[in-house]
C-alpha cells in the first residue's frame, strides 16, 4: 500500500443541512412561468410554479431593462373543501350580481376606473372570510390562488374564468410537487428593454433556481379566459334574459396570446384580420420548457388551427419542419373574424403547459444560403420567407463564436432570429451538375462547401486527391442550421466502393445526448472520418436521405484533414455555494476528428477567491466532475463564471469556452445538455465560519489495482473541527471506496481501495469526498428523540486520482 500525503486549500462549511455545495436534495426549481414574458413599457404579474420555493427574496432577469419583485409565496394548493366551495360560490355571485347591476342605465355612470378607486383593497390579496360567514364555525378563507387577487374588479367573463379554473374538473386531482408551490411576482419591462430571451431565478435561502425562460417582446399581450374550447367567447352560463350583455370584442391585430393548457383543454381567440394581411402565427411552447421528465414525447406538443367566421378550418400545423412549436402562415382573403385554436396533440395538459402565441405580419425567414462564410470574409446570405422588407441578410463573420444567429428589422419588428455558422477555413459554393462520380465537383482539402438539395433526388458529388494514410473528415451542418435537409453521407473511392458512410451523427453517453446545442431530438446531421489506403481519387456522396429537396435545403459541408477537435459544456448553470465552500460541477468534452487527448479547463476572468480544482479531463474521458471553491467573502450578487478549456493538438493550441447547460431529463429516460446564457454563481453567508483545510503532495493521487492509497488532510487554522464527521465518496466509479476514517493530529485522513475485479485499469479523472453529521431529532418541545438525521455537510475540492498497476 502506497502512502501519500496531500495539502490542499479548501473551506468545510460545518452548518445546516443546505451547507455549501449543492448537495442537498431539497434545491429550489422553478416548473414554469404564467405568463412567460412580457410586452416592453409595461409592469405585469407573473405567476411562477414549482418546489422548495417558501422563502424566495429576490429575483434575478439576465440582460438591461428588466426588474422583478416578489410579491407572494403561495403554498400549494389542496382541494377546495366544501365550505371553501360555498364561500368562492357565494362570493363569485356577489362580484357577478355587481356587473349585472352595472350593465343598467344607472349603472353604466360608474366608470371602471371610478369602481376601482372606491374599492382601496390591497391588490395582492384575496377577500377573506366575513365575520357573519365565520360566526359559529370554524373560520373559513377564500383559497390563496393568484385568480382570485383583484376579485371585486373582475369582468363577468374573468369572473367565468375563475370558475372554471378552480371548481372542474370536479373530481379531486393528485397534487403535483414538482409545481404546486407558487410565487407571484411583478416584473417591470422598460420601454427600451431590448426584445428577445431572458434568464429568470429565485434567490432562496437555500440557493438559487435554475433558469427559466422570459420572453420580452413589442405586441400587445392578452391573457386566454375559460371557458373557451369549442368558440373564443361562449354565452356565459346562467346569464338572466332581461340582462342585455355587450358583445365580446374581438382582439386587434398584432397581438401576442398568453395561456396554459391543462388536460383535455382546448384554447380559442377571435380576432379581426383584413383581406391581403400575410400573417404569421407562431407558437412559442416546446421553446419555453425545452424537456419535461414526466410526459411523452417530453414536452407539450402543440397544434394550431385557424378557422373562419363559419366556423371552417382554414389552416393547420402540428410543428414548424422539425420544430415541435408550430409555425403557421395565412394570407387573409376577406375581411372578417377568424378563431385560433391551440392545444396538445394528444390532449394532455397541466400547469406547465404554457404557451405564446405572436399573430401578426412580422418578417419571417424561412430559408437561406449560404448557411455561414468564411472568418474574416464578407458574406451576404440571400433569404425568402414572409414579409421580408429586403432578401439580402449579412453576416458578420468577424472573430468569434463558430455558431451565430442573425435577423433581419423593419422598425422595432425584427424577424426571427436564423443560426448561421463562420468558420476559418476556406469556401466555396457547390455546383451543378454533379450527381455522379463523372460529373463530381473537384474541391482541394480542407474546403467548406456551401450548397443546396435543390430538389427530390438530387445528389451532390465532390471529388479529392489524398494519399494514403490520410486521415479525413466529412461533416454535414444542416439541422444545427435549421436546413430541413436529413443528410447522408458516404466516402468511395474512384471504383465506387464504400469506404465509409454515416446518416445521423448522435453525440451519446448511453441515455444523455451531448450536443451543445440541446434542443435537437433527431441528429439529422452526418459526420465521418477515414484513414484512406490509397494514393488516389476519393469521392464524397451527398444526398437527403429522405428523399426530399427544395431552396431551403441547404448545407455546409466540411472536408478536411482530421486534425482534431473539442467542445465542453458545464452543468448545472446554476451552483449555489457557501463563502468558502466547494460545489461540484461538472465539465463535458466532446471530441471531434479524432482528438483523444488531455484538456485542461480554466476560469476565465473570475473575482478573486475563486477556484476551480482538479481542473483537468484526462486523455480517453469524455467528462469529468470538479469542484468549485467560493471566496471566503461572499460577493454582494451572484456572480457569471466562465470556464475555458485548452489542449495541445499537433503542433496547435485549441482553446474553447464552455457552454453552461443543465443536464435536463426527457420523457422519464433520455437526457440533454440543454444550453443556458450563463454560468450564475451564487455564494451566501456560512452560518458559522468556514476553517481552512490543507492537502498536500503531488497529484494525480495514484491508486493500485487491488491495492490502497492515503490521504490526508490537515486543517490550515486550529479551528477546523473533524470530530463526528462521516465522509463518503460523491458518484464514484465502480470499484472504487473510501475506508478507515481516522482524526489524526490537525486534520482527517482515510484509504481509497481499488478492487481488482471491478475497477476499470484505466480509470483517470476525480474523486469527490462529501463530508456528513448526525443530528438527534426533537420533537416539538425540543425534547430529543432516539431518532437521529443526517445531514450534508458539503464536499471537499476534487481529488485528482489515476489507477496503476502494481
Same mark, same amino acid.
Given at each position: 500500500?502506497?502512502?501519500?500525503?496531500?495539502?490542499?486549500?479548501?473551506?468545510?462549511?460545518?452548518?445546516?443541512?443546505?451547507?455549501?455545495?449543492?448537495?442537498?436534495?431539497?434545491?429550489?426549481?422553478?416548473?414554469?412561468?404564467?405568463?412567460?414574458?412580457?410586452?416592453?413599457?409595461?409592469?405585469?404579474?407573473?405567476?411562477?410554479?414549482?418546489?422548495?420555493?417558501?422563502?424566495?427574496?429576490?429575483?434575478?432577469?439576465?440582460?438591461?431593462?428588466?426588474?422583478?419583485?416578489?410579491?407572494?409565496?403561495?403554498?400549494? =394548493?389542496?382541494?377546495?373543501?366544501?365550505?371553501?366551495?360555498?364561500?368562492?360560490?357565494?362570493?363569485?355571485?356577489?362580484?357577478?350580481?355587481?356587473?349585472?347591476?352595472?350593465?343598467?342605465?344607472?349603472?353604466?355612470?360608474?366608470?371602471?376606473?371610478?369602481?376601482?378607486?372606491?374599492?382601496?383593497?390591497?391588490?395582492?390579496?384575496?377577500?377573506?372570510?366575513?365575520?357573519?360567514?365565520?360566526?359559529?364555525?370554524?373560520?373559513?378563507?377564500?383559497?390563496?390562488?393568484?385568480?382570485?387577487?383583484?376579485?371585486?374588479?373582475?369582468?363577468?367573463?374573468?369572473?367565468?374564468?375563475?370558475?372554471?379554473?378552480?371548481?372542474?374538473?370536479?373530481?379531486?386531482?393528485?397534487?403535483?410537487?414538482?409545481?404546486?408551490?407558487?410565487?407571484?411576482?411583478?416584473?417591470?419591462?422598460?420601454?427600451?428593454?431590448?426584445?428577445?430571451?431572458?434568464?429568470?431565478?429565485?434567490?432562496?435561502?437555500?440557493?438559487?433556481?435554475?433558469?427559466?425562460?422570459?420572453?420580452?417582446?413589442?405586441?400587445?399581450?392578452?391573457?386566454?379566459?375559460?371557458?373557451?374550447?369549442?368558440?373564443?367567447?361562449?354565452?356565459?352560463?346562467?346569464?338572466?334574459?332581461?340582462?342585455?350583455?355587450?358583445?365580446?370584442?374581438?382582439?386587434?391585430?398584432?397581438?401576442?396570446?398568453?395561456?396554459?393548457?391543462?388536460?383535455?383543454?382546448?384554447?380559442?381567440?377571435?380576432?379581426? @384580420?383584413?383581406?391581403? #394581411?400575410?400573417?404569421?402565427?407562431?407558437?412559442?411552447?416546446?421553446?419555453?420548457?425545452?424537456?419535461?421528465?414526466?410526459?411523452?414525447?417530453?414536452?407539450?406538443?402543440?397544434?394550431?388551427?385557424?378557422?373562419?367566421?363559419?366556423?371552417?378550418?382554414?389552416?393547420?400545423?402540428?410543428?414548424?419542419?422539425?420544430?415541435?412549436?408550430?409555425?403557421?402562415?395565412?394570407?387573409?382573403?376577406?375581411?372578417?373574424?377568424?378563431?385560433?385554436?391551440?392545444?396538445?396533440?394528444?390532449?394532455?395538459?397541466?400547469?406547465?403547459?404554457?404557451?405564446?402565441?405572436?399573430?401578426?405580419?412580422?418578417?419571417?425567414?424561412?430559408?437561406?444560403?449560404?448557411?455561414?462564410?468564411?472568418?474574416?470574409?464578407?458574406?451576404?446570405?440571400?433569404?425568402?420567407?414572409?414579409?421580408?422588407?429586403?432578401?439580402?441578410?449579412?453576416?458578420? %463573420?468577424?472573430?468569434?463564436?463558430?455558431?451565430?444567429?442573425?435577423?433581419?428589422?423593419?422598425?422595432?419588428?425584427?424577424?426571427?432570429?436564423?443560426?448561421?455558422?463562420?468558420?476559418?477555413?476556406?469556401?466555396?459554393?457547390?455546383?451543378?451538375?454533379?450527381?455522379?462520380?463523372?460529373?463530381?465537383?473537384?474541391?482541394?482539402?480542407?474546403?467548406?462547401?456551401?450548397?443546396?438539395?435543390?430538389?427530390?433526388?438530387?445528389?451532390?458529388?465532390?471529388?479529392?486527391?489524398?494519399?494514403?494514410?490520410?486521415?479525413?473528415?466529412?461533416?454535414?451542418?444542416?439541422?444545427?442550421?435549421?436546413?430541413?435537409?436529413?443528410?447522408?453521407?458516404?466516402?468511395?473511392?474512384?471504383?465506387?466502393?464504400?469506404?465509409?458512410?454515416?446518416?445521423?451523427?448522435?453525440?451519446?453517453?448511453?441515455?444523455?445526448?451531448?450536443?451543445?446545442?440541446?434542443?435537437?431530438?433527431?441528429?439529422?446531421?452526418?459526420?465521418?472520418? @477515414?484513414?484512406?489506403?490509397?494514393?488516389?481519387?476519393?469521392?464524397?456522396?451527398?444526398?437527403?436521405?429522405?428523399?426530399?429537396?427544395?431552396?431551403?435545403?441547404?448545407?455546409?459541408?466540411?472536408?478536411?484533414?482530421?486534425?482534431?477537435?473539442?467542445?465542453?459544456?458545464?452543468?448545472?448553470?446554476?451552483?449555489?455555494?457557501?463563502?468558502?465552500?466547494?460545489?461540484?460541477? %461538472?465539465?463535458?468534452?466532446?471530441?471531434?476528428?479524432?482528438?483523444?487527448?488531455?484538456?485542461?479547463?480554466?476560469?476565465?476572468?473570475?473575482?478573486?477567491?475563486?477556484?476551480?480544482?482538479?481542473?483537468?479531463?484526462?486523455?480517453?474521458?469524455?467528462?469529468?466532475?470538479?469542484?468549485?471553491?467560493?471566496?471566503?467573502?461572499?460577493?454582494?450578487?451572484?456572480?457569471?463564471?466562465? =470556464?475555458?478549456?485548452?489542449?495541445?493538438?499537433?503542433?496547435?493550441?485549441?482553446?474553447?469556452?464552455?457552454?453552461?447547460?443543465?443536464?435536463?431529463?426527457?420523457?422519464?429516460?433520455?437526457?440533454?445538455?440543454?444550453?443556458?446564457?450563463?454560468?450564475?454563481?451564487?455564494?451566501?453567508?456560512?452560518?458559522?465560519?468556514?476553517?481552512?483545510?490543507?492537502?498536500?503532495?503531488?497529484?494525480?493521487?495514484?491508486?493500485?489495482?487491488?491495492?490502497?492509497?492515503?490521504?490526508?488532510?490537515?486543517?490550515?487554522?486550529?479551528?477546523?473541527?473533524?470530530?463526528?464527521? #462521516?465522509?463518503?465518496?460523491?458518484?464514484?466509479?465502480?470499484?472504487? %471506496?473510501?475506508?478507515?476514517?481516522?482524526?489524526?493530529?490537525?486534520?482527517?485522513?482515510?484509504?481509497?481501495?481499488?478492487?481488482?475485479?471491478?475497477?476499470?485499469?484505466?480509470?483517470?479523472?476525480? =474523486?469527490?469526498?462529501?463530508?456528513?453529521?448526525?443530528?438527534?431529532?426533537?420533537?416539538?418541545?425540543?425534547?430529543?428523540?432516539?431518532?437521529?438525521?443526517?445531514?450534508?455537510?458539503?464536499?471537499?475540492? @476534487?481529488?485528482?486520482?489515476?489507477?496503476? #498497476?502494481?
Amino acid at each position: 500500500m502506497s502512502h501519500i500525503r496531500i495539502l490542499m486549500f479548501v473551506a468545510l462549511a460545518f452548518c445546516a443541512a443546505t451547507a455549501c455545495g449543492q448537495s442537498s436534495t431539497n434545491q429550489p426549481r422553478i416548473g414554469y412561468l404564467y405568463p412567460a414574458g412580457g410586452q416592453t413599457g409595461c409592469v405585469i404579474r407573473v405567476t411562477a410554479g414549482g418546489q422548495f420555493l417558501r422563502g424566495v427574496t429576490d429575483v434575478y432577469i439576465s440582460g438591461q431593462g428588466v426588474r422583478a419583485s416578489v410579491v407572494k409565496y403561495i403554498k400549494p =394548493l389542496r382541494n377546495l373543501q366544501r365550505e371553501q366551495r360555498q364561500l368562492l360560490q357565494k362570493r363569485l355571485k356577489e362580484v357577478r350580481q355587481k356587473r349585472l347591476a352595472e350593465l343598467s342605465p344607472k349603472g353604466r355612470e360608474r366608470s371602471v376606473p371610478a369602481r376601482r378607486a372606491a374599492a382601496k383593497k390591497p391588490v395582492a390579496r384575496a377577500e377573506p372570510a366575513t365575520q357573519e360567514e365565520s360566526a359559529g364555525t370554524p373560520e373559513v378563507k377564500l383559497p390563496d390562488h393568484p385568480l382570485l387577487y383583484d376579485l371585486d374588479d373582475k369582468s363577468l367573463r374573468e369572473l367565468a374564468h375563475v370558475s372554471s379554473v378552480l371548481f372542474f374538473p370536479r373530481a379531486k386531482v393528485q397534487t403535483n410537487r414538482q409545481l404546486a408551490e407558487m410565487v407571484v411576482i411583478e416584473v417591470t419591462i422598460e420601454p427600451d428593454a431590448e426584445p428577445g430571451e431572458r434568464e429568470l431565478r429565485f434567490k432562496t435561502a437555500t440557493g438559487l433556481t435554475n433558469p427559466v425562460v422570459f420572453q420580452v417582446g413589442i405586441l400587445p399581450e392578452t391573457r386566454e379566459l375559460e371557458p373557451n374550447n369549442r368558440q373564443a367567447y361562449p354565452p356565459l352560463p346562467n346569464m338572466p334574459k332581461v340582462v342585455k350583455l355587450p358583445k365580446d370584442k374581438a382582439l386587434d391585430l398584432p397581438v401576442l396570446l398568453n395561456g396554459q393548457i391543462m388536460p383535455g383543454d382546448i384554447d380559442r381567440f377571435r380576432f379581426h @384580420a383584413r383581406k391581403g #394581411q400575410r400573417l404569421v402565427m407562431e407558437v412559442q411552447a416546446r421553446s419555453l420548457i425545452p424537456y419535461l421528465a414526466d410526459a411523452v414525447p417530453g414536452w407539450f406538443q402543440a397544434t394550431l388551427a385557424l378557422y373562419d367566421a363559419q366556423g371552417k378550418e382554414v389552416a393547420f400545423a402540428d410543428d414548424y419542419r422539425f420544430n415541435p412549436d408550430p409555425v403557421l402562415f395565412f394570407e387573409i382573403p376577406a375581411n372578417s373574424e377568424y378563431e385560433l385554436e391551440i392545444r396538445d396533440s394528444i390532449y394532455r395538459g397541466r400547469e406547465d403547459f404554457v404557451y405564446r402565441i405572436a399573430v401578426s405580419e412580422r418578417p419571417f425567414i424561412t430559408q437561406m444560403f449560404p448557411l455561414g462564410g468564411q472568418s474574416g470574409v464578407t458574406t451576404v446570405a440571400s433569404v425568402s420567407g414572409w414579409n421580408l422588407p429586403e432578401t439580402s441578410l449579412p453576416l458578420d %463573420t468577424r472573430e468569434g463564436g463558430q455558431h451565430r444567429t442573425a435577423s433581419l428589422s423593419r422598425g422595432r419588428q425584427s424577424s426571427n432570429s436564423v443560426p448561421y455558422a463562420v468558420d476559418t477555413l476556406p469556401e466555396c459554393d457547390e455546383s451543378e451538375a454533379n450527381d455522379t462520380i463523372k460529373e463530381a465537383q473537384r474541391i482541394e482539402l480542407p474546403k467548406i462547401i456551401n450548397g443546396r438539395i435543390d430538389r427530390p433526388g438530387d445528389v451532390d458529388m465532390f471529388r479529392f486527391v489524398a494519399r494514403a494514410g490520410e486521415k479525413v473528415a466529412a461533416e454535414v451542418y444542416g439541422r444545427r442550421l435549421n436546413s430541413p435537409l436529413d443528410s447522408l453521407l458516404h466516402l468511395t473511392d474512384a471504383s465506387g466502393n464504400v469506404l465509409e458512410w454515416n446518416d445521423d451523427h448522435v453525440l451519446k453517453a448511453e441515455h444523455l445526448h451531448k450536443d451543445t446545442q440541446g434542443l435537437l431530438t433527431h441528429h439529422a446531421d452526418s459526420y465521418l472520418t @477515414a484513414e484512406l489506403p490509397n494514393d488516389g481519387e476519393y469521392f464524397v456522396r451527398l444526398v437527403d436521405s429522405q428523399h426530399h429537396g427544395g431552396g431551403a435545403y441547404s448545407y455546409r459541408l466540411r472536408i478536411a484533414a482530421a486534425q482534431g477537435d473539442f467542445a465542453l459544456s458545464v452543468t448545472p448553470s446554476t451552483v449555489s455555494m457557501r463563502a468558502g465552500g466547494t460545489a461540484p460541477i %461538472t465539465v463535458h468534452a466532446l471530441r471531434k476528428d479524432g482528438f483523444d487527448g488531455e484538456i485542461e479547463v480554466a476560469l476565465q476572468g473570475a473575482p478573486a477567491g475563486f477556484e476551480l480544482n482538479g481542473a483537468r479531463i484526462p486523455a480517453g474521458c469524455d467528462y469529468v466532475r470538479m469542484t468549485l471553491t467560493a471566496p471566503l467573502k461572499p460577493p454582494a450578487q451572484p456572480v457569471r463564471l466562465q =470556464l475555458e478549456g485548452r489542449a495541445r493538438i499537433g503542433e496547435r493550441t485549441i482553446s474553447h469556452r464552455a457552454v453552461p447547460a443543465d443536464d435536463v431529463m426527457q420523457a422519464f429516460l433520455y437526457r440533454h445538455l440543454v444550453p443556458a446564457q450563463s454560468l450564475l454563481v451564487l455564494v451566501q453567508k456560512a452560518r458559522w465560519g468556514a476553517p481552512p483545510v490543507e492537502l498536500a503532495a503531488d497529484s494525480p493521487v495514484r491508486i493500485p489495482v487491488g491495492g490502497s492509497a492515503t490521504v490526508q488532510w490537515r486543517a490550515a487554522a486550529r479551528r477546523a473541527n473533524f470530530k463526528d464527521v #462521516q465522509l463518503q465518496l460523491s458518484e464514484p466509479p465502480e470499484g472504487l %471506496t473510501l475506508r478507515d476514517v481516522n482524526i489524526v493530529p490537525g486534520g482527517v485522513e482515510f484509504r481509497l481501495e481499488a478492487d481488482k475485479d471491478l475497477i476499470q485499469s484505466s480509470f483517470a479523472g476525480n =474523486l469527490i469526498v462529501e463530508a456528513f453529521r448526525e443530528s438527534v431529532v426533537r420533537q416539538k418541545g425540543g425534547k430529543p428523540t432516539n431518532q437521529k438525521r443526517r445531514y450534508s455537510m458539503g464536499v471537499f475540492p @476534487a481529488i485528482p486520482v489515476r489507477i496503476v #498497476q502494481e
